[in-house]
Nanobody, 118 residues
Framework: QVQLVESGGGLVQAGGSLRLSCAASGIAFSINAMGWYRQAPGKQRDMVAAITINGDTNYADSVKGRFTISRDNTKKTVYLEMNDLKPEDTAVYYC????????????WGQGTQVTVSS
């Protein structure tokens, strides 16, 4: 049974930083692309960052230069380092895994809330 468990969310002031973690179990982590998505109230769930099995990364334009995704295959964990946070980053952040890279068809965590106050 696949489980993705996010942690590290919380309340932070604008300009602050947070580090999200996603611990995976029940999957062959090293052969899965991993991603972070976010969903704000009343909005669709959008991709924030993704990392391939080779470590190649991709970011939404809105977070480039501020967020960094990384993975530790030995710990089966993917991270999202978020710096210079803005109120518009407020959302529920979800971890996802996919062998094909198509996250819409992949496995998802339960989400962790990130709130950035102005």
């Amino acid at each position: 049974q696949v489980q993705l468990v996010e942690s590290g969310g919380g309340l932070v002031q604008a300009g602050g930083s947070l580090r999200l973690s996603c611990a995976a179990s029940g999957i062959a982590f090293s052969i899965n692309a991993m991603g972070w998505y976010r969903q704000a109230p009343g909005k669709q769930r959008d991709m924030v960052a993704a990392i391939t099995i080779n470590g190649d990364t991709n970011y939404a334009d809105s977070v480039k230069g501020r967020f960094t995704i990384s993975r530790d295959n030995t710990k089966k964990t993917v991270y999202l380092e978020m710096n210079d946070l803005k109120p518009e980053d407020t959302a529920v952040y979800y971890c996802t895994a996919s062998r094909s890279g198509n996250f819409r068809l992949g496995s998802w965590g339960q989400g962790t809330q990130v709130t950035v106050s102005s």
